[in-house]
């Protein structure tokens, strides 16, 4: 597919919180033809151009190749981040369903594939400078969504050799967030029960500053957008997609109008272990320990090759994602959907 023509795109995951900013990106946009979004339950959404399919792409009676037929290009978002406690069932749909979609695009001749990859998926690295997309993707071994992570980049080292002919791009995006996304992400980090208005400057006086506690963000409209552009050019390889600037203790504070306080990491860590082992933490101490490991991401190449620039920066992306948490904001879709607490 080029800038010139046509086309249907299908997309996997096409109601989570990157889908629906893709979707809607891809129904606005004259030189795209068809959508055909994949998720496990159709929503109550009618974009332009868009047909849904109820498809669980962890299941092998997914028809895959049917629904890839005729497409010029899939876009792979698809990810179950739950439960972290039985990582056979996430390596189940993450790891082995993202292979039946790469083998679904050879099969049905489709010539882009274009893949969901992670800042996650990059082994440790530094702080105090940013990396680009050459650095070591084997993730953190014990954290279960950076091994799923970086295992697909090695799956799909061998796809590119095997099946030179589909051109794939890989977007390894910072923490994405929006207002849409608040309550799911608070259910899938935080808990059901977390309240989301918590979140506020008059309850948190004081805020955890713990080292290495020092992340990208982005906005998910800003990374669909960076999704767009690889659909529309000849792009090939990965991309980092992050805003600026980084988030730390110092920043979040400033945000959330708290002081920060230095806590140890052991202390944290201990902390998120005991309540992720009685079940009252979803977020596992396996994930916070890769989270102080991930390295600060270089996107040069996003912008020189996509001409892409995030529209938000980082501290725009969490005051409206934080305002969201308060509001219990969500989207009319199964893994979006709003709820308050408390």
């Not at 332009?48 to 899939?74: H, I, M, N, R």
């Amino acid at each position: 597919m080029n800038g010139e023509t046509g086309g249907k795109i299908v997309v996997t995951g096409a109601t989570g919180n990157v889908g629906t900013s893709l979707v809607r990106l891809l129904a606005e946009d004259a030189r795209v033809d068809r959508i055909r979004g994949l998720a496990r339950r159709v929503p109550d959404l009618a974009p332009a151009k868009t047909d849904w399919s109820a498809v669980d792409v962890g299941s092998e009676q997914a028809d895959l190749v049917k629904e890839f037929e005729g497409a010029d290009a899939v876009v792979h978002l698809a990810w179950a981040f739950q439960p972290t406690h039985d990582p056979a069932a996430t390596w189940r749909t993450n790891v082995l369903g993202s292979m039946r979609v790469f083998e679904a695009v050879a099969a049905a001749k489709v010539p882009t594939l274009v893949h969901a990859s992670s800042v996650g998926a990059y082994s440790p690295g530094p702080k105090g400078r940013a990396v680009d997309e050459s650095w070591p993707t084997h993730g953190w071994p014990d954290a279960a969504y950076c091994r799923e992570k970086a295992y697909l980049e090695r799956a799909l080292d061998s796809f590119e050799h095997e099946h030179p002919g589909v051109r794939v791009v890989r977007m390894r995006p910072a923490f994405l967030f929006k207002r849409e996304s608040a309550s799911e992400q608070r259910r899938i980090f935080g808990g059901r029960f977390l309240p989301g208005q918590l979140v506020r400057p008059d309850l948190l006086p004081f805020l955890p500053d713990i080292a290495g506690l020092k992340v990208q963000a982005l906005h998910t409209d800003d990374a669909a957008r960076a999704y767009l552009l690889a659909l529309h050019t000849d792009a090939r390889g990965a991309f980092n997609l992050a805003a600026e600037s980084p988030v730390d203790a110092t920043l979040l504070s400033e945000v959330l109008g708290s002081r920060p306080v230095r806590l140890p990491r052991v202390a944290a860590r201990s902390a998120i272990a005991a309540a992720w082992n009685l079940r009252l933490l979803p977020a596992s101490p396996h994930l916070f320990d890769a989270v102080l490991r991930l390295p600060l991401m270089d996107c040069s190449k996003a912008r020189d090759e996509l001409r892409w620039r995030p529209e938000r920066t980082a501290v725009e992306v969490l005051e409206e994602f934080l305002e969201g948490l308060r509001q219990g904001a969500g989207a009319e879709t199964e893994p979006l959907r709003g709820r308050k607490v408390g």
